[in-house]
């Protein structure tokens, strides 16, 4: 298969998950309260970071450009192991402090996978717009 249409098909997921987090919201007995509209808001958040990586992948594609050059992965690798030692020092805090809090365990484990993937965004967001040192 093409590496244009490996693209294509990837969009598959994250239309799915929109349409999932829809039929949600509609087929919801009652009135969201606070932690539904925020799960429901980071959620809608992480599709659109997902859509955003794959839209920029499929836009480099188009113009013939390979989107997986050797700075991009390096940013992602960087990315990567930082969001992995924040996400450690993350799990400590709501094992620590959140543990003892009604809902328990789907929502906390729930908000923490959406903050370690808020984790890494942001570290690739400050790797790719500052670029990475020389580590030589």
């Given at each position: 298969?093409?590496?244009?249409?490996?693209?294509?098909?990837?969009?598959?997921?994250?239309?799915?998950?929109?349409?999932?987090?829809?039929?949600?919201?509609?087929?919801a007995k009652e009135p969201f309260n606070?932690?539904?509209?925020?799960?429901?808001?980071?959620?809608?958040?992480?599709?659109?970071?997902?859509l955003y990586f794959k839209i920029q992948?499929?836009?480099?594609?188009?113009?013939?450009?390979?989107?997986?050059?050797?700075?991009?992965?390096r940013i992602k690798e960087k990315a990567a192991a930082k969001a992995f030692s924040f996400s450690i020092y993350m799990w400590v805090f709501i094992l620590l402090f959140l543990v003892e809090m009604e809902p328990r365990d789907k929502i906390i484990i729930g908000l923490g996978l959406i903050g370690m993937g808020l984790i890494f965004?942001?570290?690739?967001?400050?790797?790719?717009?500052?670029?990475?040192?020389?580590?030589?």
């Open positions: 298969m093409k590496t244009k249409y490996k693209s294509l098909v990837s969009f598959i997921s994250p239309t799915l998950g929109i349409m999932l987090l829809g039929l949600w919201a509609y087929l606070t932690m539904g509209y925020l799960i429901f808001g980071l959620s809608i958040l992480m599709i659109g970071f997902g992948r499929f836009k480099s594609e188009k113009s013939g450009l390979n989107p997986d050059d050797e700075l991009s992965k965004f942001l570290n690739w967001l400050y790797y790719s717009k500052t670029g990475i040192s020389d580590e030589d």
